[in-house]
């Protein structure tokens, strides 16, 4: 499976942007679809993910409120919306796709099977 991240960029603090991911399988459905987020110097974290299947939205405590995670499943892709953008937010956004039956440790990138490439996004005060 190979996966296309786009839609990152240099925007202001309060402002928003949209990382889309699309995925080359045709049981897209099937996969637990996740966001992580690495800056410069510290670890990759988890940002938010979507079971497959119909399942549950997950996001991490510093952007529950401000970012939403969907999926459009007739296209393969998935979106990351991200509101209210702070300086904090800066850091290359990765998405994932994990094909287990069952995704247990989805806040984990060990999780995953799958990796993008990487879209840089930058917020300035």
């Known amino acids: 499976v190979q996966l296309q991240a786009s839609g990152g960029g240099l925007v202001q603090a309060g402002g928003s942007l949209r990382l889309s991911c699309t995925a080359s399988t045709r049981t897209f459905s099937r996969y637990t679809m996740g966001w992580f987020r690495q800056a410069p110097g510290k670890e990759r974290d988890f940002v938010a993910a979507?079971?497959?299947?119909?399942?549950?939205?997950y996001y991490a405590d510093s952007v529950k409120g401000r970012f939403t995670i969907f999926r459009d499943n007739a296209k393969n892709t998935v979106h990351l919306q991200m509101n209210n953008l702070k300086p904090e937010d800066t850091a290359v956004y990765y998405c994932a796709a994990d094909n287990a039956l069952i995704s247990s440790s989805i806040r984990y990138s060990s999780e995953y099977d799958y990796w993008g490439q990487g879209t840089q996004v930058t917020v300035s005060s």
């Open positions: 979507s079971k497959g299947s119909g399942g549950s939205q």
